[in-house]
């Protein structure tokens, strides 16, 4: 069933080029790319925030690197707001709370990589933080060669920690 989301925002996590470059290819990456690139248009025709998320670290993601770029297709919708990050939770040491409070933001929609790593971490941060957390099931991933039992378990366990769980054509903005 579909729910229409208001007060909410959609973060895409990390994104970027160097997550596409593993030896372990992004467990059904064209999919993702997919259903991300679908929910920021349509968080866009709604007037909903698309907030980027960048990692960057000194050995992986490193910054102003091709690696740290966003994928291709993301840069040509392109965010409300980029917020960078150092740590697997986006709320850690970074203004993501902020950006959400002077928006009016209740509610934020978690995409992007990796599931058992900043999209666990970042969900379980939007919850500590007092946000309605809605995981999309289907638009999440990793570079794992067990991705798909990892996005599964996830699925499940951040559920029972009290994230929502949609798929892409459940999200309305």
């Given at each position: 069933?579909?729910?229409?989301?208001?007060?909410?925002?959609?973060?895409?996590?990390?994104?970027?080029?160097?997550?596409?470059?593993?030896?372990?290819?992004?467990?059904?990456?064209?999919?993702?790319?997919?259903n991300i690139t679908s929910l920021v248009r349509s968080a866009q025709q709604a007037g909903t925030p698309v907030i980027f998320i960048q990692h960057s670290g000194e050995k992986d993601l490193i910054r102003d690197t091709p690696g740290w770029q966003f994928h291709p297709d993301l840069l040509?919708?392109?965010?409300?707001?980029?917020?960078?990050?150092?740590?697997?939770?986006?709320?850690?040491?970074?203004?993501l709370d902020q950006i959400l409070k002077a928006r009016g933001v209740e509610q934020v929609v978690v995409t992007g990589m990796v599931t058992h790593?900043?999209?666990?971490?970042?969900?379980?941060?939007?919850?500590?933080?007092?946000?309605?957390?809605?995981?999309?099931?289907?638009?999440?991933?990793?570079?794992?060669?067990?991705?798909?039992?990892?996005?599964?378990e996830w699925n499940a366990r951040l559920q029972q920690q009290?994230?929502?769980?949609?798929t892409t054509e459940e999200i309305a903005f």
């Open positions: 069933m579909t729910e229409s989301l208001k007060h909410a925002a959609l973060l895409v996590i990390d994104v970027q080029m160097g997550m596409f470059a593993k030896s372990t290819i992004v467990y059904r990456a064209e999919q993702l790319i997919r040509k919708l392109g965010p409300d707001a980029t917020v960078h990050k150092r740590h697997g939770n986006a709320f850690e040491e970074t203004e790593g900043c999209v666990k971490n970042t969900c379980l941060g939007g919850l500590a933080a007092g946000y309605r957390v809605i995981l999309v099931a289907d638009a999440h991933s990793s570079y794992s060669q067990k991705a798909g039992e990892l996005i599964a009290g994230a929502g769980l949609k």
